[in-house]
């Protein structure tokens, strides 16, 4: 068993949505700030949002306006819907859990990272 297990990635045409989720089991969702991480073929893995466990949200600049990040502690959730997508989403989407207290920094040292879930963007 996985703490974190992404689902939701698919093939999808430019312009279209696509809304990712991230089931948390194994440890309690409320005491962690929540992230989505992503890698692109030949890139190195870059933060894309978090979701603090009050609520803080960050988005990176290339995703803004265009990405939404929640949080579900009852149901041990977080999700990433995502709109207006290009080319240059086109990446393995990753999950990952970060103690309270980094302040949404998009680090790699996470307490605990899901395999991720692919997301092609193509026509």
């Known amino acids: 068993q996985f703490p974190l297990v992404e689902s939701g990635g698919d093939l999808v045409q430019p312009g279209g949505s696509l809304r990712l989720s991230c089931l948390v089991s194994?440890?309690?969702?409320?005491?962690?700030?929540m992230y989505w991480f992503r890698q692109a073929p030949g890139k190195e893995r870059e933060g894309v949002s978090c979701?603090?466990?009050?609520?803080?949200?960050i988005y990176a600049d290339s995703v803004k306006g265009r990405f939404t990040v929640s949080r579900d502690n009852a149901k041990n959730t977080v999700d990433l819907q995502m709109y207006s997508l290009g080319p240059e989403d086109t990446a393995v989407y990753y999950c990952?859990?970060?103690?309270?207290?980094?302040?949404?920094?998009?680090?790699?040292?996470?307490?605990?990272w899901g395999k991720g879930t692919a997301v092609t963007v193509s026509s």
């Open positions: 194994g440890f309690t969702l409320e005491h962690y700030d």
């Open positions: 979701i603090s466990s009050r609520g803080y949200i």
């Open positions: 990952a859990a970060g103690a309270v207290g980094r302040s949404c920094m998009f680090r790699l040292d996470m307490d605990y």
